[in-house]
Nanobody, 128 residues
């Protein structure tokens, strides 16, 4: 089992940047694929990005107006942490951002139910 705690959210103006962090404790961190999801008010939780166990492969959401090219996921297994660097933020990026972990790499844009472990979320608000 792994416990996850996100940090780094806050209020930022459109065009600005934030870096989210997710600290993990529990079983071997490198045994888990790590993902970021987000949930905007009144919407379902959606996939943002994922990174494989060693960090060698990343995948970003491919829906319209996606985060690809603006967000970067990375991990540091020695620090047991995963990060989401968010640049060129837009008001529609406003959401609660969640860190998630699972032993399996699903590929594509997974649904939230496919991940076993979750953090409590961190609020990101982008003002226009």
């Amino acid at each position: 089992q792994v416990q996850l705690v996100e940090s780094g959210g806050g209020l930022v103006q459109a065009g600005g940047s934030l870096r989210l962090s997710c600290a993990a404790s529990g079983r071997t961190f490198s045994s888990y694929v790590m993902g970021w999801f987000r949930q905007a008010p009144g919407k379902e939780r959606e996939f943002v990005a994922a990174i494989t166990w060693s960090g060698g492969t990343t995948y970003y959401a491919d829906y319209a107006d996606s985060v690809k090219g603006r967000f970067t996921i990375s991990r540091d297994n020695a620090k047991r942490a995963v990060y989401l660097q968010m640049n060129s933020l837009r008001p529609d990026d406003t959401a609660v951002y969640y860190c998630a972990a699972d032993p399996v790499w699903f590929g594509g844009s997974p649904s939230d139910w496919q991940y076993d472990y979750w953090g409590q979320g961190t609020q990101v608000t982008v003002s226009s």
